[in-house]
């Protein structure tokens, strides 16, 4: 099982998904964020559907940053025209 899911950018900040198992986060992680939406029409008050959504979006996106930043050969660093 390989080590990396994720490679460097070869331009920018970040990682893009390099193996089925990084893919497979970066589906799950959209699908979440996409259920996530969905189901704030269902809340009537406007405060307590901003709240789901920006807490819902940190509890998703966070743990998968924190995932393909440690799963990503060579670490993050900005990468331009150098």
């Known amino acids: 099982m390989p080590r990396y899911w994720f ?4 331009f920018g900040y970040g990682a893009t998904p390099n ?13 979440c964020l996409f259920g996530l939406v969905l189901a704030g029409p269902a ?3 406007n405060t ?5 959504l920006v807490l819902g979006a ?6 998968f940053t924190i995932i393909a ?3 990503t050969e060579g670490g993050w660093r900005w ?3 150098d």
Do not use: S
């Open 58 to 63: 940190v509890v998703i996106v966070v743990p």
């Open 48 to 52: 307590v559907r901003a709240v789901w």
């Open 19 to 31: 193996t089925w198992q990084g893919w497979l986060l970066t589906v799950a992680c959209c699908a």
């Open 43 to 45: 809340i009537r008050d």
């Open 7 to 10: 490679r460097q950018k070869t």
């Open 79 to 81: 990468r331009g025209d």
């Open 69 to 71: 930043w440690r799963k």
